[in-house]
């Protein structure tokens, strides 16, 4: 490229050519203005390949000005803040910038990658379908060969590499709620949301550049008189002065989802070095608008011929803008090559900022005697009706050669000129920018005199203006928004202010270009380029047709083209138009693939916000800080942090559940179960309505006493159980397991809400209300006899499941007699915030007794062994009678389930129940193992159950498992292995009775 | 009888965090917190619900406007979380047995949280900014006025935001939930700055 | 997706769960039939269209409400409170 900078008046409007700045790029220093992009300051600079083609490692250079930038693809930033893949045209330039060229070794000028270019058709569309197989013999298997290519494959594929270093930046979530979104920033948008504004809306206008103005910026176009560029200054600050209205910069407007909810992120420090303290490097928002006004404007399309992806070859508009916005001429010697009015005004505004325009070519046929007349004002050749069928130059354009152009066959003749050039502009037609209207469904309509997709029905409340409805020309534009801005408004009951339309002086040119997307040559020879990014040529969209992928969404998948991160921006539409020409079709009966969010590249970091380290909240029990500093291991039980066990020095946690088991079935010890699920339940029919939610029998349940229930899904399994203490006439406390206190609390609120509606019941969660300690052994009264006081702790005055309430140092508490342990034990609850003061209090009143704190794996370990079910056991596949829990299912009262538990299924013979199983060989037995006949551990044979929980047993003396056997009841007795091929276990075991300790149940009666 | 420990007292010291204070004229976010006296949750069901509303207009001398209305004085602030449910809030600590007594046989419900929840108060005219980071709903004055009361989530953790002025929230949050709460409003008001105060009603 | 709740106004769906279709009625306590039950726990119509269910605002005002949606656009149609405050039980009053 022969890019440079210049200064003449009205030229870099964007730039301050007071500040300096130096970056980095490639490892060499150059320097560029504030206000410059990465790109801008690049061409000022004369660079000219930016980097290689993904596939090919073709050199490519600068395409555009904006975010459908295909070839300038950079690695910004380095060590933990590198960011692979980020365009050229997007990043503002900074002081101590720092960048690189990628999918290039050594470098974008040398590139020993280049080599691909040798494997020519080997490469082409679906290739790892086709090229790399091997012949089907003998071993030689073909998907075998393709392993071996794989992996070479694709350590060669991608283009940028990410940062293995974790990314040090914050990024932040925020919600947004307003009557308007005005999505772009340009004409469109401004007058859009400043009528909406002025109407009284409360409205967001996104903008994906730092400044607002679009098309205005450096426009000398009047509005009201006054020149485009300041009308757009003035309109900005008016709009700021509204209390109602956000205008957030730097943003992008990603996604439109169902509801009128749109996604955008805002950059809020990737123009600085780095983010400020406490400040985030991108903000991700999620807006709820309820009218949106999309004005995202149009992309200009190239040309497709032979050698067009040269460095050097740009986007006719591009070029404009960079010559306005950032004083900068692409090349010295310029031509262009175009098939519609909009280049010419590209190179008149160019030939004012002093560029050399030499030659213009023109596809069609005749073009009018304005057109003719700016060439020549600007001293350019015009050759009408000819077309560029190639380009010389090695790492940059040279020369272009130029024939006559047969508009019935399309094809170029043979060239007739050779003209040289450093940089040839090229201009397609225009792409309104509908991808957002797309995303949730509707179908773009083709439009012929625009050769371009225009959003279809709007299938949520949003209204289109400018160029993205197919409005172009600034006065079109305006007054489109402002019939947008006036349709939104009166969508959601606010009166439009009758404001006059504003007047405009402008040049009208004509967008509408001739159907002209593709140059071929009689011959076949060299590269035409469809998709720059991914490197699709037009050979390879034929090949897809011959191939019989011919509809577009198989044309997109098999040849990659519209895939990559620009995702087609600038080539969706010609590929379209070259498959059907394939077809012999025209392109609305092809159509176009859906879009889909996001809008462009979004970095992982900005969706994810602060959710990463901890990903889900954390539930505390009021003792979390007494069992951290006595050395607990915890661990997450769902969201709550738990002990496991609270390891003594040297122990393992085997050692340290067996000691603290131990310590409770000898004398006493302690156990945290405030996460227990707790439900309050109060209401005259709260009697009644307990009585038709478990199996057992509730209608009679005295005051002051506590009853074990189980709970039967509407499908006869089992659901859940806990215990239900009676505290009142109409009031219970309802305790269910910590993993199903949300899942039990919902289905009563459905049952009280959709089922029995007239019950009168209310339904508190007091989970968090209540802290409870579980106080457990055989010297657990004679503890609570020396701290308790206003209740008689007595074996006749307190019996078991009975409840009481009373004070500890002062502290109101409930207890309830119940075990889950087997052993004599109470279940102490007190005020959440008391529970320390609890806690210390029981601790101190336990000392003569050496009262041993134990956790869950020790709780697990009394439980089992006294076969009390649990999780494993409710594991949604078993019934009651399975678990020997078949007394408890009443046959006197309806209740959930009360039909269907008797269901033939969930009563026949060879169903899986519940048994104990002893070890036999001193084998540790394993969760999850399954039980079986075979002692040989590798033919096991038929699976008979499974084990469920499983522990050392310090009772016992041995390793123990509660199991799920074939017709385990039957089978007491009998010798059986249990075995788990995953992690080579097989041991001997003895099936048992599930109550290994205690069956008779003395020790908690007693 | 015993002080109540709240598991945000070690986490919640007074000084300044996040990013340095602001000298010019916009004013830091305040964050206090604290336990309730007394915090209760009574239940009316549709034949009963007028009754109870007026046995708690008496108790409360509050007047009760109906839908998201949340009328507070100096001794009581009355949150309605739900058809026929209430969240009330009392400066005295026998509150709960004075609602019993009263709402019982008046044939409603009344249920003790006070235990449940802790409170948080952020305030500022940052409030609204650093809150809408993690909570979906409009904070806007037309949306969410003065005096009124939202039940939202946060994290998928219920959460009841009472609005007591226009830069001022209360947020009860549950008491399990409120360290990992605290963690990501810290987190999201570093970035303003802010400033941990006594609290003051 | 938005669900406007009665009582709340209108919520983000994550302040909701899904309580499934919202066209059945549970047999009666007194009717023990197997098939009724059967009927009630397994079968449902899945329409490609118009679809009565059933949502919960857990993370809100904890009601139950029965919103129209549609499965194809997911527009909602209409919400309506379900529970002991429905305004359906209000008009058999």
Redesign the interface.
Known sequence: MSGYRISSPDTGVRIDPTKLLNFSFNGRTYSGFEGDTLASALLANGVGVLGRSFKYHRPRGLFSAGLEEPNALVTLRQGRRSEPNIKATEIELYDGLIAKSQNCWPSPKFDLMAINQLAGNALSAGFYYKTFMGPNVFFNKTTEVWWQFEKIIRRAAGLGKASLEADPD?Y??????CDVLVVGGGPAGLIAGERAAEAGA?VILCEQMAETGGSLVGSKDLIDGMEGDEWAKACIERLKDHENVRILTRTTVQSYY????LHAIERVADHKIKPD????RQRSW?I?AKSVIIATGAFERPLVFSGNDRPGIMLADAARRYAVEYGVLPGKLISIFTNNDTAYHAARTMADCGANIKTIIDVRQQVSGEIRAIAASIGAELLVGDAVSRTSGLQKISAIHVGHFNADSKLVAPSTHRIETDCLLVSGGWSPAIHLTSQF?GTPIWDEGLQAFLPGKA?QNWYGAGAMAGKFGLANTLLSATDAAKSALKSIGIKPKKLKPPIVNSEEISVQPAAVYEIRRAIKKGKSFVDLQHDVTSEDVRLAHREGFISVEHLKRYTTLGMATDQGKTSNVTGLAIMAEARGEAIEDVGTTRFRPPFTPVTLGAIAG?NYG?L???????M??WHIARGANMYANG??MRPETYNQSGETVEQAYIREAGAVRKSVGLVDV?TLGKI?V???DAGEFLN?IYSNGFAKLPIGKARYGLMLR??GFLFDDGTTWRLDE?HYLMTTTTAKAGPVM?HM??H????W??L?V?L?S??????GIALAGPNSRKVLEACVSGTDMSDKAFPFMGVRDGEI???PIKIARLSFSGEMAFEVFC???????LWDALMDAGKAFDITPYGLEALSTLRIEKGHVAGPELNGRTNANDLGLGGMVSTKK?FIG???V??EALNETGRKQLVGLRSLDGQKILGGSHIVASADQAQPGESLGHTTSACFSPELNCYISLGLLKDGRARIGEKLHVTSPVRGTHGAVEVVSPHMVDPDGRRMHG | MVEKTSPLDKLLKTGHYGKPENTGEQADLKISHRTCESLVQVTAWPKTGKGIATTLEKMTHLSLQGGDASPANEDFTIMPTGPGQYLIEAQSGDATGRFQKKIIPAKGAVTDLTHARVVIRISGDQAVWVLAKGIAIDFSLQAFPVATSRNTAHHQISLTIHRVNENTFDLFVFTSLACSFWHWLDRAAKEVGYEIVRNVK | MLIDCPWCGPRSVEEFSYRGDGTLKRPALSDNSMNAASAYVYNRENPAGDHMEIWHHGNGCRSHILVKRNTLTHKILSCELLGPYSPKRKKKK
């Not at chain 1, 169902?258 to 909810?261: E, H, I, P, V």
């Not at chain 1, 303290?277 to 985030?280: L, S, T, V």
């Open positions: 914050i932040e979530r925020m919600h947004a709620w409360k169902d509801d009128n909810l303290a406490f400040e985030p999620k709820r469904g299938l602060e901890h889900k909240p954390y539930r505390l029990s009021p979390n800080d969201l709550w405030s309050d109060q209401g005259p038709r509407e499908d109409n919902e609120e459905y009280l809400d959709v089922v509606p007239e009168k209310s508190v007091v989970t968090d209300q209540w802290a140092t002062d502290i005020g959440a915030m008391h529970g320390q003061a309806p009360s039909v269907l008797h269901r």
